[in-house]
């Protein structure tokens, strides 16, 4: 079994911080790419920021220069500090990552997800 657990999120207001971690557990061989997406009532989840396996970074446009996504592999944690936050920003952040597990199988798995509001 592999799982994800994400935590970190909250209430903040507009120009606050937050910083998200996902913690990855189980039956992991290796940790490849990982990625952090939003999604909010009636809309389609996005990709905000992804993480390669060996550090290669991408963003949406929307979060570019606000948005840091980083990862430990030592402690299969990946993370995304969120500063300079806005009230579109608020919704609930999925971690989706592809692992390959110790029987060999490749897996995309997804996390319970962490909620995020802005507001004053």
């Known amino acids: 079994q592999v799982q994800l657990v994400e935590s970190g999120g909250g209430l903040v207001p507009p120009g606050g911080s937050l910083r998200l971690s996902c913690v990855a557990s189980g039956d992991i061989l290796r940790l490849n790419d990982v990625g952090w997406y939003r999604q909010t009532p009636g809309q389609q989840r996005e990709l905000v920021a992804a993480?390669?396996?060996?550090?290669?970074?991408n963003y949406a446009d929307s979060v570019k220069g606000r948005f840091t996504i980083s990862r430990d592999n030592a402690k299969r944690t990946v993370y995304l500090q969120m500063n300079s936050l806005k009230p579109e920003d608020a919704a609930v952040y999925y971690c989706?990552?592809?692992?390959?597990?110790?029987?060999?199988?490749?897996?995309?798995?997804w996390g319970q997800g962490t909620l995020v509001t802005v507001s004053s």
């Open positions: 989706n990552a592809k692992v390959v597990t110790a029987s060999w199988r490749n897996l995309e798995v």
């Open positions: 993480i390669s396996s060996g550090g290669s970074t």
